[in-house]
């Protein structure tokens, strides 16, 4: 055992750079953010415990689904920041990395200053308890817009102290940024768990005030941390600010907006679609499921965060024929994986039960198998999305995306009907998901074998 173990590092020492990163940071991420996936299990029950109205707790969920919805809307600077960061850092170009991240910080900055200013005058107008579908006479007016003011303004903090995560992607430091989603989790839990319960509009303005400082304060000392150490000559300064920089990250971002806006469509519509088709109550439902399957396409995810970054890193090097084996590689992974998602389906309601105990709800395994088939588009999507996004090819992405968009809400909107259900829109999620799916993988294919052809060719 301990020379198998002596001659397996003999190995990785000798491996490539770039498989070494992909190591450390899987390693890194599987510690730190597969502890933060532990954490939100038990954030569930402790939030059941928190909200004891289960049609207060959908609306909870409802509001960050949609209000999360925002942070796309940046866009696709983060990601083209990402992008155009990996070259210089690699050729260590001190002057372009500053521009860049100036420039990015400054765009975004304008657009947050712009948001919240604008959200003082418009929200006084939206009537928030038609939209989540709340009566007046469970949470008021007054503190439906006082709570969602509070989200809404720690959600758009989130969108620009949120570029440091672009930053440490970048520097290939993903391990870091399941560190912060650790530290919100953590937070979060401890909250919910001890808080002494009060009536429920104590509570939401409570938990939305913890919720922007759970969130924004890890990012704001990562931020401070990063750019007096690693990149102490680099951090964000207006004097720095070029349009032509701004416009090179959102020429890139722009498609990567473009792409983010009809990702979330899809998947980040179920909570308000289950919440208008059937009932705020029913997302609590439709959480137990959710958390539960996607929890191992979570932990697979894991293992991609790095995988971006070096794809862009191995592309601007040549190195097609490392990009292939990669891709090779985490189709077997993914195939586990959906073999253990099925698995999961004969234990789901022991799982259920120990997890939630009085509050278990009674397992419908019609919902479990559709979740399961959900839960497998997720990490298949994560598989080839990530080498797709390292190699700025986002055409196939824009196009599908765009189609399944289109599609979704209709569909969900029939299925509800047709199951008298809301999986319905689970069932829509899987068919507006699953045409991407099946295409970007041969147009990966092609890429792939047509660039390696060449670099063996100029060997």
């Given at each position: 055992?301990y020379?198998?173990?002596?001659?397996?590092?003999?190995?990785?020492?000798?491996?490539?750079e770039?498989?070494?990163?992909?190591?450390?940071?899987?390693?890194?991420?599987?510690?730190?953010?597969?502890?933060?996936?532990?954490?939100?299990?038990f954030?569930?029950?402790?939030?059941i415990?928190?909200?004891d109205?289960?049609?207060?707790?959908?609306?909870?969920?409802?509001?960050?689904?949609?209000?999360?919805?925002?942070?796309?809307f940046?866009?696709?600077?983060?990601?083209?920041?990402?992008?155009?960061?990996?070259?210089?850092?690699v050729?260590?170009?001190?002057?372009?990395?500053?521009?860049?991240?100036?420039?990015?910080?400054?765009?975004?900055?304008?657009?947050?200053?712009?948001?919240?200013?604008?959200?003082?005058?418009?929200?006084?107008?939206?009537?928030?308890?038609?939209?989540?579908?709340?009566?007046?006479?469970?949470?008021?007016?007054?503190?439906?817009?006082?709570?969602?003011?509070?989200?809404?303004?720690?959600?758009?903090?989130?969108?620009?102290?949120?570029?440091?995560?672009?930053?440490?992607?970048a520097?290939?430091?993903?391990?870091?940024?399941?560190?912060?989603?650790?530290?919100?989790?953590?937070?979060?839990?401890?909250?919910?768990?001890?808080?002494?319960?009060?009536?429920?509009?104590?509570?939401?303005?409570?938990?939305?005030?913890?919720?922007?400082?759970?969130?924004?304060?890890?990012?704001?000392?990562?931020?401070?941390?990063?750019?007096?150490?690693?990149?102490?000559?680099?951090?964000?300064?207006?004097?720095?600010?070029?349009?032509?920089?701004?416009?090179?990250?959102?020429?890139?971002?722009g498609?990567?907006?473009?792409v983010?806006?009809?990702?979330?469509?899809?998947?980040?519509?179920?909570?308000?679609?289950?919440?208008?088709?059937?009932?705020?109550?029913?997302?609590?439902?439709?959480?137990?499921?959710?958390?539960?399957?996607?929890?191992?396409g979570?932990?697979?995810?894991?293992?991609?965060?790095?995988?971006?970054?070096?794809?862009?890193?191995?592309?601007?090097?040549?190195?097609?024929?490392?990009?292939?084996?990669?891709?090779?590689?985490?189709?077997?992974?993914?195939?586990?994986?959906?073999?253990?998602?099925?698995?999961?389906?004969?234990?789901?309601?022991?799982?259920?039960?120990?997890?939630?105990?009085?509050?278990?709800?009674?397992?419908?395994?019609?919902?479990?198998?559709?979740?399961?088939?959900?839960?497998?588009?997720?990490?298949?999507?994560?598989?080839?999305?990530?080498?797709?996004?390292?190699?700025?090819?986002l055409?196939?992405?824009?196009?599908?995306?765009?189609?399944?968009?289109?599609?979704?809400i209709?569909?969900?909107?029939?299925?509800?009907?047709?199951?008298?259900?809301?999986?319905?829109?689970?069932?829509?999620?899987i068919?507006?998901?699953?045409?991407?799916?099946?295409?970007?993988?041969?147009?990966?294919?092609?890429?792939?074998?047509?660039?390696?052809?060449?670099?063996?060719?100029?060997?």
């Amino acid at each position: 055992m301990y020379k198998y173990f002596v001659t397996l590092m003999k190995q990785f020492k000798n491996t490539n750079e770039n498989n070494k990163t992909i190591v450390y940071n899987t390693i890194g991420a599987f510690i730190v953010k597969g502890g933060a996936l532990a954490i939100s299990l038990f954030t569930m029950p402790a939030y059941i415990r928190y909200f004891d109205n289960q049609q207060i707790l959908g609306l909870w969920f409802t509001m960050l689904s949609v209000l999360s919805w925002v942070l796309t809307f940046d866009l696709g600077i983060g990601n083209g920041l990402r992008n155009h960061l990996v070259p210089a850092l690699v050729k260590r170009d001190q002057i372009k990395i500053k521009k860049f991240i100036s420039s990015a910080y400054a765009v975004v900055g304008i657009i947050v200053l712009f948001a919240l200013v604008s959200s003082v005058v418009i929200f006084r107008f939206i009537d928030w308890n038609t939209i989540f579908n709340v009566p007046n006479d469970i949470v008021s007016t007054k503190i439906l817009n006082v709570t969602t003011s509070i989200v809404f303004s720690g959600i758009m903090l989130q969108f620009l102290f949120k570029l440091i995560t672009s930053v440490l992607y970048a520097m290939q430091k993903s391990a870091l940024n399941n560190f912060l989603s650790l530290l919100t989790s953590i937070i979060i839990l401890i909250y919910v768990s001890f808080a002494k319960t009060s009536d429920i509009s104590t509570n939401l303005i409570s938990l939305a005030v913890v919720n922007v400082l759970a969130v924004n304060v890890p990012l704001l000392i990562a931020t401070v941390i990063i750019f007096t150490k690693e990149l102490r000559g680099c951090k964000p300064e207006l004097k720095y600010f070029e349009m032509k920089y701004a416009r090179e990250v959102m020429r890139l971002g722009g498609i990567f907006f473009w792409v983010q806006i009809m990702y979330m469509i899809i998947t980040a519509t179920n909570e308000f679609l289950i919440t208008w088709f059937t009932a705020p109550e029913m997302v609590v439902e439709y959480q137990i499921y959710y958390k539960l399957f996607t929890l191992i396409g979570n932990i697979f995810v894991l293992t991609l965060s790095p995988i971006w970054s070096a794809v862009t890193k191995a592309l601007s090097e040549q190195n097609f024929t490392w990009i292939k084996k990669l891709y090779k590689t985490l189709k077997w992974m993914a195939l586990l994986a959906v073999i253990f998602e099925f698995m999961m389906i004969a234990f789901l309601q022991f799982g259920i039960d120990l997890w939630l105990g009085d509050n278990a709800i009674e397992v419908n395994y019609n919902y479990a198998i559709a979740f399961a088939i959900f839960g497998s588009i997720i990490i298949w999507n994560g598989v080839i999305s990530s080498i797709a996004n390292g190699c700025g090819e986002l055409k196939t992405q824009s196009i599908f995306f765009t189609i399944g968009a289109l599609i979704k809400i209709p569909i969900a909107w029939v299925l509800v009907g047709v199951f008298d259900s809301w999986i319905g829109v689970i069932v829509a999620n899987i068919i507006a998901m699953g045409l991407y799916c099946g295409v970007q993988p041969i147009w990966l294919n092609r890429f792939l074998n047509e660039k390696e052809m060449e670099e063996k060719l100029n060997v």
